[in-house]
């Protein structure tokens, strides 16, 4: 298996990385670990990468496709790997798919691991408290400062691979915010999905084979291929109908809580138009009286007249 986990600094790519490599057998190659070590050893990699790092920069496209050029080939990755924190730029995935082409391998997913911003400052006070409290030498660009540069380099430079590996039909979407346990078993759902249908049409792209016309063939292979398609869409597809369902929960708390408050000044109105209501039958009262009242003295002179 040939994987990317994609995803900000603190998204915890490393933990599952990690749980990845128990379970499929396969090696983590992170071009962040391979830099330090680098950097720890003085190697003229290392010499280039060290303030760079430290400043929460990126290292050259040519430098890191060298070192994942190299560490592919090594026999430890013949069994798979996954990629942590490469490709980084559109640059570094262009040359990744051109490696993996001329050594005949395929990638089988991008996952990408969707985390709020907000909630990243915090895991990586978490983390550096832990290695601290472990002893462990804390990373130099592991500081607010530097995880602010950090974050902006992934938005302008990383996240456009979002989009790259979406129109490969090889983005795999994850709650990230989930519990580290949450988050590993959807990441193995989903790839056992796409093992699954991977195998299915390897099985029928074979039986295919052995059919002697073209259209035959490819009337087998055709919906096998669309089964892999649906399920590398469907996370992504749960994702986007939970969040209709929220807005329409948002809109409708919005909407009531509106309704809320218009209602005692509607209440209000109505009662001050009855007020008016009121004064106005008193007004009209008063006008009558004061209409009658002329009628009145008519009739009194009338009478007096009457009389003499
Ligand atoms: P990471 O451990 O993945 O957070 O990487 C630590 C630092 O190493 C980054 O902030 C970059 O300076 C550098 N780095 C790691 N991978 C890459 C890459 N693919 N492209 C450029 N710089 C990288």
Redesign the pocket.
């Known amino acids: 298996m040939r994987l990317i986990l994609l995803g900000p ?1 603190g998204a915890g790519k490393g933990t599952q990385a990690q749980r990845l490599v128990e379970r499929h057998g396969i090696v983590q190659l ?4 391979m ?2 070590a680098a950097v720890a050893a003085g190697t003229e990699i290392g010499l280039k ?1 060290k303030d ?2 430290a400043s ?4 050259s ?1 040519e430098i ?1 496709i060298g070192i994942i050029s190299d560490r592919i080939e090594l026999p430890d990755a013949a069994n798979g790997f996954i990629l ?6 559109v640059p ?1 995935a262009e040359a990744l798919d051109a490696l993996l082409k001329s050594k005949g391998l395929k990638l089988d997913a991008a996952v990408e691991l969707r985390v709020n911003e907000s909630a990243l400052l915090q895991r990586v006070e978490a983390r550096v408290a832990q290695m601290t409290e472990r002893g462990e030498t804390v990373r130099i ?1 592991d500081t607010p400062e530097v995880l602010a540069k ?1 974050l902006a380099s992934y938005r302008t430079s990383t996240e456009p691979l979002v989009h790259y590996y979406s129109e490969k039909r090889k983005l795999v979407t994850i709650d990230g915010m989930m519990s580290i346990e949450e988050v590993t078993l959807e990441i193995n759902r989903v790839l056992a999905a796409i093992t699954e249908s991977v195998g299915s049409v390897k099985k029928t792209a074979r039986k295919a084979a052995k059919k002697k016309s073209p259209a035959k063939r490819e009337s087998v292979v055709k919906p096998a291929k669309k089964a892999v398609k649906k399920a590398v869409k469907a996370p992504a597809k749960k994702a986007k109908a939970a969040k209709a369902a929220k807005k329409t929960v948002k809109k409708a708390v919005k909407k009531a809580a509106a309704k809320a408050v218009k209602a005692p000044k509607k209440a209000a109105k109505a009662a001050s138009k009855g007020k008016t209501v009121k004064k106005a039958k008193k007004v009209a009262k008063k006008a009558v009286s004061a209409a009658r009242k002329p009628a009145k003295t008519v009739k009194k002179a009338a009478k007096k007249r009457a009389k003499r």
């Open positions: 600094p992170s071009t962040g670990d830099l330090r990468a760079i790092m929460g920069g990126l290292v496209d890191v942590d924190g490469f490709p980084r730029t570094q660009d950090r």
